[in-house]
């Protein structure tokens, strides 16, 4: 088994100097901490793995594809692979959750 506390997670990314900080990797799923601060533009690329995102804190804007909506602490989306994304009009520094599935750019070379 192996096990986490999110608030030593979400240390860690702080500690890593990155905006994504990798903290599960399996070949079937992998999990992370994205950090974007008020300002911050994210220029994050569609992946080729499915990925859900849960919001821990701040407000935001998401684009998925052509359709746009508000994000807050609570909010879950999902973005199917090869499906452009970003995070927008950032209000309050957020801390997001994210799990891809299988693990990130496990794919990529089979597409």
Do not use: C, W
Not at 8 to 27: A, D, T
Not at 87 to 94: A, M, Q
Request: glycine share 4%; charged share 25%.
């Amino acid at each position: 088994m192996q096990a986490f506390e999110l608030l030593n997670v979400i240390k860690q990314q702080s500690r890593s100097g990155k905006p994504y900080f990798e903290f599960l990797r399996v070949p079937d799923l992998s999990m992370g901490v994205y950090q974007l601060l008020v300002g911050d533009t994210d220029i994050q690329m569609p992946h080729t793995e499915d990925e859900v995102y849960y919001v821990v804190e701040g407000k935001a804007k998401i684009k998925v594809a052509d359709e746009d909506r508000d994000v807050r602490a609570g909010s879950v989306i999902y973005v199917a692979k090869n499906v452009a994304h970003r995070f927008h009009s950032i209000e309050e520094d957020l801390i997001v959750l994210v799990f891809f599935a299988p693990a990130e750019h496990s794919l990529k070379n089979k597409n």
